[in-house]
């Protein structure tokens, strides 16, 4: 790329005529240039030691994000060969080019600051206000970042890649009240066979209405991918996530008659009532019990239902006995009493039988007689095979 080659060559010459002016024969300076790192070396010519190198480095393999890291290593500590403000100038010369680089091929461009262990930290400061670089933390938590830390970052970004950054923030934050709103809407963990992409949100595959789908930031704008649904594109603006939640819901009406959504019913049977039942079986179960309650609002409770339960089991979270109660009759026999927003659960398992049964009720402090004679039934037939 030619402007790339320019860039570079101009970058040389600037070193050369830094060393002119302000360090004369006292020290030679020695550019090297990589496509993800700077480096300018700081030679004693005397002695030929390398006396100070200064590193900028892309710390991240990210297509189009740059994360900078400056590293700054000296000889001898306590021997300071370049002057405070000479150092300050080779900081906004290296600074200048990243910017540059990063304006070229298109890139957001990030550099790391910890106040608290940045040797040059007020100067670092001053140098970023001077370059008109933003502070960008606030962003840290969307991006996907695997070997870049840092307690701040700044960044060389334009006032409408600002708002693009904070509509992608708080769509991260929106998803996070939509799983609290429709509780069969869920992520799946990382996807790490995928391409790597900026985002968090990228990298997860997520699910509501039978669909699995992913969300793909792309030329300013989000697009929704899934087998199920027909691929559309959204704006990336504020409450976008709600219509995309209304997309599927409309796209998934007509499937979802033929087919209801069982995933959570299934995987809470399956993971947290440990019961080895066939896919079939747990349909047959679902049928009946939803019966009674309708089918959307079954799943919606089994997905409340196994939340709580791998909050439990993972120990995520700390859970009252008014949530989350069990009740261990014998090693193959167990019952459940857990609390949704709207219901009292209680759930036996017979682990031999491999058969489960539940039971709905909006009485919380008094079990129901229909659980107090399954309990007493599994506990005589245990006995009875046991005589």
């Known amino acids: 790329m030619k402007e790339i080659s320019h860039l570079k060559k101009d970058f040389i010459m600037q070193v050369g005529n830094f060393q002119r002016n302000y360090l004369n024969d006292k020290l030679h300076l020695f550019a ?13 010519p ?11 480095k892309n710390v991240e393999k990210l297509r189009n994000l740059v994360f900078l890291k400056l590293i700054y290593g000296t000889k001898n500590e306590d021997y300071e060969c370049i002057p405070e403000e000479v150092n300050n100038l080779l900081y906004e010369m290296m600074i200048k080019y990243w910017m540059k680089y990063t304006k ?3 890139q957001y461009l990030f550099i790391a600051f910890n106040p608290d262990t940045d040797e040059k930290g007020n100067n670092i400061l001053n140098l970023f206000s001077t370059l008109e670089l933003v502070n960008c933390t606030q962003f840290l938590d969307v991006f996907e970042c695997e070997r870049f830390s840092a307690s701040q970052i700044y960044g060389y970004l334009s006032n409408d890649e ?29 996807n790490y066979n995928t391409k790597k992409r900026i985002f968090k949100l990228e990298r997860r595959n997520y699910y509501f209405k039978n669909s699995i789908f992913k969300i793909i930031v792309s030329n300013g ?33 007509f499937p979802n008659l033929i087919n209801p959504p069982t995933r959570h019913f299934k995987k809470l049977v399956k993971e947290h009532f440990k019961l080895h039942m066939d896919d079939e079986k747990i349909e047959e179960k679902y049928y009946e019990i939803a019966e009674e309650l309708g089918e959307q609002y079954l799943e919606n409770e089994a997905a409340y239902i196994a939340d709580i339960f791998n909050s439990i089991e993972s120990g995520t979270r700390k859970t009252s006995n008014k949530e989350f109660k069990e009740v261990q009759t014998n090693m193959l026999c167990k019952m459940y009493k857990v609390c949704t927003p709207n219901n009292v659960w209680y759930i036996v398992v017979n682990l ?16 129901p007689d229909e659980v107090l004679k399954i309990l007493i039934s599994y506990l005589e037939d245990k006995a009875l095979c046991e005589v």
């Not at 090297?32 to 004693?44: A, F, Q, S």
């Not at 998803?175 to 609290?180: A, G, H, L, N, T």
């Open 46 to 56: 005397q002695t030929t030691e390398v006396m100070v190198t200064i590193e900028m």
């Open 104 to 106: 070229i091929k298109k």
């Open 221 to 253: 704008q989000l697009t929704l991918q899934s087998e199920d649904v027909t691929e559309q594109d959204f704006p990336v603006s504020s409450g976008v996530i709600y219509e995309i939640i209304e997309y599927i819901k409309d796209e998934m009406k």
């Open 162 to 190: 600002v708002n693009f950054l904070n509509n992608v923030l708080n769509l991260h934050k929106d998803i996070e009240e939509v799983r609290k709103m429709e509780p069969t809407f869920c992520l799946d963990s990382y």
């Open 32 to 44: 090297e240039i990589y496509p993800r790192n700077l480096v300018i070396k700081c030679i004693n």
């Open 352 to 367: 031999e039988a491999s058969d489960f049964r539940m039971i709905r009720t909006t009485q919380e402090k008094k079990t």
